[in-house]
């Protein structure tokens, strides 16, 4: 178990990924639900993680202020005396929160020895051992530690360059040589080159490099995009039904929070190949050439832990672009990323660009139904979902909304309606393989299929559960559920086969496995 669990809004996963990090390697254990493996039921790790842990950071945002899941997480924690809230946007926190002392991350440059994090730890400590927080200790840190985060923000850069003297009086005495934004440029890719570039500077590296990378989006136009026609066909706020009116603007801004965050994931890459390509996209002549690079290496590698962070990289940077293979990641990046607001609405514009209206209207439609299931209206992201998809035309598109469909159903414990959901998702992601042979979507294929067993198991049908993943693990080599889900799973060898199969709950008592003539599609009581 864990000792720090970590509560956010879905939309801020890649802003929350920095810190989770940071704890980590500051030594903490900690919980949050990029933890859940394929196939767990996460409303229950979820309880039992939260209900586990000695300390809860509550990530305040714009997202999470509005979320109910975010609001009754910190509820808990704060009656327990678990709370410890952190500021990531300036916000007004909601009603019984305001007198908890938040620390403000709104400036933080995102590394593991950055000022605010020994601050947290300082908090995060006293609840994990059990003893009250020394107010006057953290207020004398915080005053001590917030004096120097503007001077350490401003200097932590121009010292790779310029260098300190002993003693450190270059601090007070700068050299009269000007540090132009060039050699600055050019001593955080050697460093990048090298794989020693910190969090802080790659953030500073991305700020530098994000005008090239994005082109025009980088420009503070916000004349109205091509993106959607108005009109009363497409809905855009969920609560008063008021028409989309997209801009350049708004675009930009998803762009370059998707750019900021992936290019500061992905600079801290193993491999020098992607660290190199990730920079070169700032630069026109190269930009083709590496995009095919990162999309051939993402490809080849779908276990890598960033693999989803170069789908978003290739998919806000072509897009920026007008590149096609900007379109195909946002693509990936809607099946990898399938809760993230921003990636459907560049993959709206995208769509738009390209004259796919239809689909554009749908992935806009898909992005409100993300933001509604965050603020915890679930009744109307299910009826955006079910809006959204006969509007998206490829089976890649309809995979994820189908699988969200089947989420929603299974928090109301609709076991038969979930079940249907996940065997039609299960079908989409075969579909997409066999028409893009690429590995792209296959972890979100086997998380289907195990969702799929569960809740035919659920709903009573155990028996075609049994068989769904016998095909499933003949045809896709999917493991079995996790063991809090099912019993404990029974290793049964196959006739004629040295396979060993883990199944779910009374599986041991079913015939054995079926002749390969019985397809996937042949159990429609499950669709």
Known sequence: MADVFISYASEDRGRVRPLADALQQRGFKVWWDRSLASGQDYTAVIERELKNAKAVIVVWTQSSTNSTFVRDEAGRARDQGRLVPVLL????????????????????????????????????KAKIEGRDVNSAEIARKRRKLMARVRLVSVLTVIALVIGIAAG?????????????????????????????????QAIQLAQILEAGALGEVSSTDSAPSPMVAEGPEMRGAVSDGAPVEASLASFQNDASETYRTAFAALSQHSSAEVRLAVAQMSQPETRDAVMQTLWTYAQNNPDDPLRDQIYLLCGSVGEANDSPLGQRALEVAANVATNDPAVWRMLSRSYARTDRCSEARGAALVSEAVQAQSAGDTAAAEQRLQ???????????????????????????????????????YRLREQSSRQAPARAAERELQADAQQLVIALDRSGRTREACERLRQAQEAHNVAAPDQELLDAARAKPTPGSARVWSLPRNCAK??????AACAMSSCNSAR
């Open 89 to 124: 946007d300036n916000v007004q926190l909601p009603l019984g929160f305001g007198a908890f002392q938040a620390e403000d991350f709104t400036k933080w440059n995102g590394g593991s020895n950055a000022p605010q994090m020994q601050i947290l730890e300082e908090a995060l």
């Open 168 to 200: 450190g009086r270059y601090l007070f005495d700068p050299p009269k040589t000007e540090v132009t934004q060039a050699d600055l440029r050019a001593e955080l890719l050697r460093l990048l080159a090298e794989g020693q570039l910190t969090p802080e």
């Open 387 to 425: 809006e959204a998809l006969p509007e998206l035309e490829t089976p890649v598109l309809r995979a994820p909304v189908v699988s969200n469909l089947g989420q929603i159903a299974e928090r109301r414990d609709d076991w038969s309606s979930a079940s249907a959901r996940y065997a039609e998702a």
């Open 510 to 515: 079913i015939a054995p496995r079926p002749s």
